[in-house]
C-alpha cells in the first residue's frame, strides 16, 4: 500500500514560517509529480504547488513569492516551505503524488496548518 507520510503543520502567528515534509516510496517518487494541496473549512480543496520529476514547479498565485516547492530525490521527499504565512493559509494541507503514465493518484492524511493574526 502506498503511503505518504506528512510532517510539519502546526500553529504560527502571521508573518512567521512553516516547513511541511511529505516522504513516501522511492518507487512512487521517482516518476511522481510530487505536489501539495489545501482545504479550508467550508472550501473546495485547491492546489497549492506542484513540482515534476524535473522540477518545473507550478503555483497558485496567491502564494506565489512566498511558498517554495521543492524535492529530495536522496530521501523519497518532497517538502513546502511557507514563509510570510496569512490567515487565510490556515487549511488542512495535503500531499499529493500523480504517478507518470497511470490513472490514479494518491494522497497524504493531511496535516493542519493555522495561522493566527
Known amino acids: 500500500q502506498v503511503q505518504l507520510v506528512e510532517s510539519g503543520g502546526g500553529l504560527v502567528q502571521a508573518g512567521g514560517s512553516l516547513r511541511l515534509s511529505c516522504a513516501t516510496s522511492?518507487?512512487?517518487?521517482?516518476?511522481?509529480?510530487m505536489g501539495w494541496y489545501r482545504q479550508a473549512p467550508g472550501k473546495q480543496r485547491e492546489l497549492v504547488a506542484t513540482?515534476?520529476?524535473?522540477?518545473?514547479?507550478n503555483y497558485v498565485d496567491s502564494v506565489k513569492g512566498r511558498f517554495t516547492i521543492s524535492r529530495d530525490n536522496a530521501k523519497n521527499t518532497v517538502y513546502l516551505q511557507m514563509n510570510s504565512l496569512r490567515p487565510e493559509d490556515t487549511a488542512v494541507y495535503y500531499c499529493?503524488?500523480?504517478?507518470?503514465?497511470?490513472?490514479?493518484?494518491?494522497w497524504g492524511q493531511g496535516t493542519q496548518v493555522t495561522v493566527s493574526s
Open positions: 522511492r518507487s512512487i517518487f521517482r516518476i511522481s509529480t
Open positions: 499529493h503524488a500523480e504517478p507518470i503514465g497511470v490513472s490514479y493518484v494518491y
Open positions: 513540482m515534476t520529476g524535473g522540477h518545473t514547479t
